[in-house]
């Protein structure tokens, strides 16, 4: 009852990073974290003063591949040295034993299911209260109050000036992928049980969502209203995606100087155009230049990388030699595959690449492998495979791989992975 508890709370504390900052953690340290400790010491102290319960964790190859990647790692983080490379892989570190908790209370029954599926309710609990918060913002600010809950630009790529949805989640992207985590598990329950209340959270949830203004909004509209043949959906997915990576990373505009003003981006595009055809100037963007940085970092790093959660220092660095845009704020990279190469190196990526590889082989093996005797544990397995298909996505506009609902995601996939081994669980033959 009390580990069903902890992974409830922790799960509603993903939305509440952004309340409060603290010294050298920033948002890496908050209520999740205070929730976690209490829970690992709830259960480490359970396990040495009652001896018939024991800690039952079998690993399995997607829990070995990402403890290979943690210690790969390690040589990158031991020859940069410095305390914000420590502080993150530390936090990996921790997400790892987040994930491996989670994978505990989940298969650490008799009743896997019940498990899951009251992850499933803490999901849509989250994006609920988060879209509800994120809301309220809004409407505060329409009568000219501001919030925590919004982000309020005055100079933005396109938009000019312009508000953004974010709750208590600290940032719009990291609002709307937990929004979109949440309505895919309450897409899941309104399938299951067909009750009005997930259509009203599932609504709610969309609203929100879109008003993110996240890149996210626009990948997953792309790749969901897509409903035509396998060729075409292969063709508009394609363009779709150029298209948006297009429009976010190049500004295009008639003039050949821009002011750092708001109809112009402000600190979000380089006053310098890029290349100009027939009185059309093309700009780049801050996501083209942060990832244009994240490879220049990796070609002079290319062993050990400039070590995790540098590239924003490694940014202002090559601003004093004149390679990074004044106007611009040093920011990440802003996808997950690059930052990894410009981090962690050649073998950090490597590493990381295999561990990507395992979970699509072991989502591949859920998906066509057995099915479930359970037809709702046939269901919460489609949807954790629809998940991870958009995490991967993501992982290609958003700096993703330390947010935590992932790596809770990734413990509810290691034991749905554990759970089709067992010959209990899973229809033989061909049924």
Not at 151 to 162: I, K
Not at 207 to 213: A, G, H, K, M, N
Not at 383 to 407: A, D, K
Request: aromatic share 14%; glycine share 6%.
């Amino acid at each position: 009852m009390k580990e069903a508890l902890f992974v409830y709370l922790y799960i509603i504390g993903m939305g509440t990073v952004g309340i409060f900052k603290t010294p050298f953690f920033n948002n890496k340290l908050q209520i999740p974290e205070i929730i976690f400790i209490i829970a690992s010491t709830t259960l480490l102290y359970r396990y040495f003063t009652q001896t018939k319960r024991r800690i039952l964790v079998h690993f399995n190859i997607i829990d070995v591949s990402v403890l290979i990647f943690i210690l790969i790692i390690t040589a990158p983080t031991v020859a940069v040295n410095d305390l914000r490379s420590w502080i993150q892989y530390m936090g990996l570190m921790y997400l790892w034993i987040v994930m491996l908790y989670v994978k505990h209370y989940i298969l650490n029954t008799n009743q896997p299911g019940s498990n899951l599926q009251m992850i499933s309710h803490a999901f849509i609990h989250l994006g609920v209260l988060c879209s509800i918060l994120a809301l309220l913002g809004g409407i505060l600010w329409c009568f000219g109050i501001d919030s925590i809950l919004i982000q309020n630009r005055l100079s933005y790529l396109y938009f000019g000036s312009c508000i953004r949805l974010q709750a208590a989640a600290g940032d719009p992207n990291m609002l709307a992928s937990l929004i979109l985590i949440s309505m895919f598990f309450t897409q899941y329950n309104l399938i299951a049980s067909n009750r009005s209340k997930f259509k009203w959270a599932w609504l709610t949830q969309w609203v929100s969502f879109i008003l993110t203004l996240s890149k996210t909004v626009l990948l997953s509209t792309i790749l969901l209203l897509v409903k035509k043949t396998n060729r075409i959906k292969k063709t508009i997915v394609s363009s779709s995606i150029i298209l948006l990576l297009m429009i976010t990373h190049f500004f295009i505009s008639t003039k050949p100087h821009l002011d750092p003003s708001i109809n112009d981006g402000g600190s979000f595009v380089s006053l310098s155009p890029w290349v100009s055809v027939n009185g059309i100037y093309i700009y780049p963007t801050s996501y083209s230049i942060n990832k244009y940085i994240s490879i220049y970092a990796f070609l002079a790093n290319p062993l050990t990388g400039i070590g995790l959660d540098m590239q924003e220092d490694y940014s202002c660095q090559m601003k004093k030699h004149g390679k990074y845009p004044e106007n611009f704020s040093c920011l990440d990279s802003h996808c997950t595959y690059l930052a990894i190469l410009a981090e962690t190196g050649l073998f950090g990526f490597a590493a990381f690449i295999w561990l990507i590889w395992i979970i699509y082989k072991c989502c591949s093996i859920l998906a066509y492998g057995k099915r479930f005797k359970s037809q709702k544990l046939e269901m919460f397995k489609n949807t954790i495979i629809l998940v991870f298909l958009f995490i991967l996505f993501e992982g290609l506009i958003l700096e993703s791989y330390t947010f935590r609902q992932n790596w809770v995601l990734l413990g509810v996939l290691s034991a749905l992975y554990d759970l089709s081994l067992r010959k209990d669980l899973i229809q033989i033959g061909n049924a």
